[in-house]
T-cell receptor
Framework: DVKVTQSSRYLVKRTGEKVFLECVQD?????MFWYRQDPGLGLRLIYF???????EKGDIPEGYSVSREKKERFSLILESASTNQTSMYLC?????????????FGEGSRLTVL | AQKITQTQPGMFVQEKEAVTLDCTYD???????LFWYKQPSSGEMIFLIY??????QNATEGRYSLNFQKARKSANLVISASQLGDSAMYFC???????????????FGKGTKLTVNP
């Protein structure tokens, strides 16, 4: 089975802590994405990457950074967590342009910042 | 900028009836793709259907069909013969190429919560 794996399903952190959310895919996909999902706001794109060491800002990049040192791994970093970053974080990947368009999602990481 | 608009925060439908979930999009690209995802209360994202911008026929997958009206920039999801298990959040999304070596951007709408009543 194809798979996108997020390292932690649930995390509780304190304000000011540095937080790493890891995402690994085994489909050799070029494009990977980080979204946050909040009630009433849908999925909002934080950052995405189309190749190793390449990254692009999404619609809400403030307070976040990313790292893609290997093709299969895309990490989201909260340098100094704040309470307004409490959310569900979803990682996803998709293959090259075209095809069925299916985006593969991880199970999500629910982050609570106290 | 690419944008997806879902104007229905919530929809109700009787079991066995058909329902249409609205989605409009905004892009200046000629090549793009539109898709729908279902998210039940369990939280997983389930791929439903995909429509490419150059596809001439509307996409269909079982009870799901996508009513693609390119000139109006709409991509409504039609669910026929609703079932109780269709109760979930539904997200419309769009993928657009960015031109840098295969990079793509994917944006989602805010979602529509569908409730199927017995």
């Amino acid at each position: 089975d194809v798979k996108v794996t997020q390292s932690s399903r649930y995390l509780v952190k304190r304000t000011g802590e540095k937080v790493f959310l890891e995402c690994v895919q085994d489909m050799d996909h070029e494009n990977m994405f980080w979204y946050r999902q909040d009630p009433g706001l849908g999925l909002r794109l934080i950052y995405f990457s189309y190749d190793v060491k390449m990254k692009e800002k999404g619609d809400i990049p403030e307070g976040y950074s990313v790292s893609r040192e290997k093709k299969e791994r895309f990490s989201l970093i909260l340098e100094s967590a704040s309470t307004n970053q409490t959310s569900m974080y979803l990682c996803a990947s998709i293959g090259s342009r075209g095809g069925t368009g299916e985006l593969f999602f991880g199970e999500g990481s629910r982050l609570t910042v106290l | 900028a690419q944008k997806i608009t879902q104007t229905q925060p919530g929809m109700f439908v009787q079991e066995k009836e058909a329902v249409t979930l609205d989605c409009t999009y905004d892009t200046s690209d000629q090549s793009y793709g539109l898709f729908w995802y279902k998210q039940p209360s369990s939280g997983e994202m389930i791929f439903l259907i995909y429509q490419g911008s150059y596809d001439e026929q509307n996409a269909t997958e079982g009870r799901y069909s996508l009513n693609f009206q390119k000139a109006r920039k709409s991509a409504n999801l039609v669910i026929s013969a609703s079932q109780l298990g269709d109760s979930a959040m539904y997200f419309c999304a769009m993928r657009t190429p960015l031109g840098q070596g295969g990079s793509e951007k994917l944006v989602f709408g805010k979602g529509t919560k569908l409730t199927v009543n017995p």
